[in-house]
């Protein structure tokens, strides 16, 4: 039975991921941590722990007392927060996923995922249909880290023969958890605003594309990237994942075919320029060819579901 360790329980990807992963494999045998306290829905569920990823003795003493078998390690300071304290945020990127690969080869653990993000690419990228393999130049501290990130990964599969699985996430939506300070938190934040204000002010100019996916796709990406056999796994860095593309503009119009009276302006900060950097759409082919990524979510599908859910949080 494999025993899984979940690293950023609380965050948006943890906090459905880690619910997900015990319907699986059991609540006994998944491991929740994070570095500060998650819903009861997690502690309660489960075994869970405070931990900080950087205090190797403490993570190497919880992957060894709980027989750990692979680790998704989601931990990380994400694009906007990430411009605000470059060093520290490079320090917690690198450091964390460093010593989680260090620790995955010492104890010779079966899996280990890390998320990458479509913030590798830069302003040289092809932007449109952004290919799997491709130029990439980025000039964020984010994507720096992240495509740092990837040839460790690549490096330590090809070194030492660490198993570790990566998805280049879009942007993630989710009416679970609200946003974390990334760039493309905006497509959560609306959400909100429109149930509670009927309006909002946008930080993206109106013409904005970006390759979004709902949660709901990115957990079942994220699973069946894991679950693939090893020999199907061709991409050892990180695999593009597409999603849907749409501007601020595509879905404030989504949102008033629901609430008619909901307004949207628009006031770009610094992650206008993050933005522009990034692809406008993604080309994930190779990730539907090598273990059979799909994506079910439309926006029109997505739109529905956010004002559903997060309409019934204000009731």
């Not at 880690?18 to 998944?30: C, F, H, I, Q, S």
């Not at 996430?169 to 609306?190: F, M």
């Not at 429109?194 to 994220?222: R, S, V, W």
Request: glycine share 6%; proline share 5%; aromatic share 10%.
């Amino acid at each position: 039975m494999e025993k899984i360790l979940v690293i950023g329980c609380a965050g948006q990807i943890g906090s459905e991921l880690t619910l997900e992963l015990r319907k699986m494999y059991g609540d006994a045998n998944v491991v929740a941590t994070d570095i500060k306290p998650a819903d009861k829905e997690i502690t309660e569920g489960g075994p869970f722990e405070i931990l900080d990823v950087l205090d190797t003795h403490r993570l190497f003493g919880t992957v060894s007392r709980n027989k750990i078998t692979q680790i998704y390690h989601l931990a990380a300071i994400l694009s906007g927060n990430a411009e605000k304290k470059p060093l520290a945020s490079w320090h917690i990127n690198m450091e964390s996923l460093l010593n989680v690969l260090e620790l995955s080869r010492e104890l010779n653990l079966n899996k280990v995922f890390w998320p990458s993000s479509i913030a590798v690419f830069g302003p040289t990228t092809p932007r449109v249909d952004t290919p799997q393999f491709t130029v990439m130049e980025p000039n964020t501290v984010y994507g720096i880290s992240k495509l740092a990130g990837e040839r460790w990964l690549e490096y330590y599969f090809q070194r030492y023969g660490v198993d570790g699985r990566s998805l280049r996430y879009p942007g993630l939506i989710s009416h679970k958890t609200e946003a974390g300070g990334g760039t493309t938190d905006y497509a959560v934040e609306i959400f909100y605003d429109a149930i509670k204000e009927k309006k909002y002010n946008c930080f993206l100019g109106e013409n904005t594309y970006l390759p979004m996916q709902f949660m709901d796709d990115a957990i079942k990406a994220t699973i069946g990237v894991m679950e693939a056999p090893a020999e199907k796994i061709t991409v050892r860095s990180s695999y593009n994942v597409a999603g849907i593309s749409f501007s601020p503009k595509e879905i404030a119009k989504e949102i008033q075919k629901t609430i008619p009276d909901f307004s949207i302006s628009y006031e770009p900060d610094f992650r206008q320029a993050i933005a522009d950097s990034w692809p406008k759409s993604i080309d994930d082919s190779v990730a539907q060819r090598d273990w059979g990524l799909k994506n079910t979510f439309d926006l029109k599908r997505m739109t529905s579901l956010m004002l559903q859910e997060v309409g019934k949080k204000f009731n």
